[in-house]
């Protein structure tokens, strides 16, 4: 083996290394990101909630949705004329923000999203199945369902 090769072989076994420990450091600061920004991620779902709320109802122009904040601090939505209703929970524990919709089809179960760090622990967002989640969408289809309208527009 010429001398070469050998030390190409070395700077490869050393970039491996370099590689790993680098993505070591991330997840390390990716999940501090989690724990730190996790009130903020659920300040801005709760918000969302509001803001959906506030902008349907805007359009109605009537109190069709009414969302309101529990003791415990989560939100029950419920809509007008409509037993069902919609439970938004944050579980700052387990970084877990569950959203229970009773009008949901019975085989489908509740939507768990998870609260993870993103670049390096610079930020941090709900996850599903590993990807981020579009929470405008999330919540515009999950009031859809409550309305009795369906997750999409037909």
């Known amino acids: 083996m010429s001398s070469n090769e050998t030390k190409r072989a070395a700077q490869e076994f050393l970039a491996a290394q370099f590689t790993e420990a680098g993505q070591i450091e991330e997840q390390r600061l990716n999940a501090e990101a989690a724990v730190a920004l996790a009130p903020k991620v659920w300040k801005r779902v709760a918000e969302t909630f509001l803001a959906q709320c506030e902008a349907w109802n805007a359009i109605t122009k009537t109190e069709s949705l009414s969302c309101k904040e ?44 998870f609260i993870q760090g993103y670049n390096g622990g610079t930020e941090a967002d709900l996850s599903r199945n590993n990807q981020r989640a579009n929470l405008e969408v999330v919540v515009l289809g999950e009031l859809r369902v409550l309305a009795g309208i369906g997750r999409t527009a037909k």
């Open 70 to 113: 529990t003791i415990l601090g989560d939100l029950r939505i419920r809509c007008a004329g409509r037993p069902d209703m919609i439970t938004v929970h944050y579980d700052s524990r387990k970084l877990q923000v569950i959203v229970k919709n009773t009008a949901r089809l019975e085989h489908e179960g509740d939507s768990t999203f």
